[in-house]
């Protein structure tokens, strides 16, 4: 099955827990992780359900291609990174 981490401050800020989902898309993925955790969905994804601007996410190490539809594919080894960018001073 694919894992979908998260970076530990959009985890906690988010109290989601990395896990392993059955998906074939990094939609399915995600989707499966907002059922258990409704709140994180609005911190990755914007109100089209794209991901938002300041979030970049990444299968296998290679950011997806599709961040509207995330449609890119995932198998049972792929790895789904969700990182937030941080800004500040």
Known sequence: MPRVDFTPNLARQTA???REV???TVREALDELF???PGARGYVLDDQGATRQHVAIFVNGEAVTDRNGLSDPVDEGSVVFVMQALSGG
């Open 35 to 37: 059922r258990e955790f």
């Open 16 to 18: 989601i827990a990395s």
């Open 22 to 24: 059955h998906a074939e």
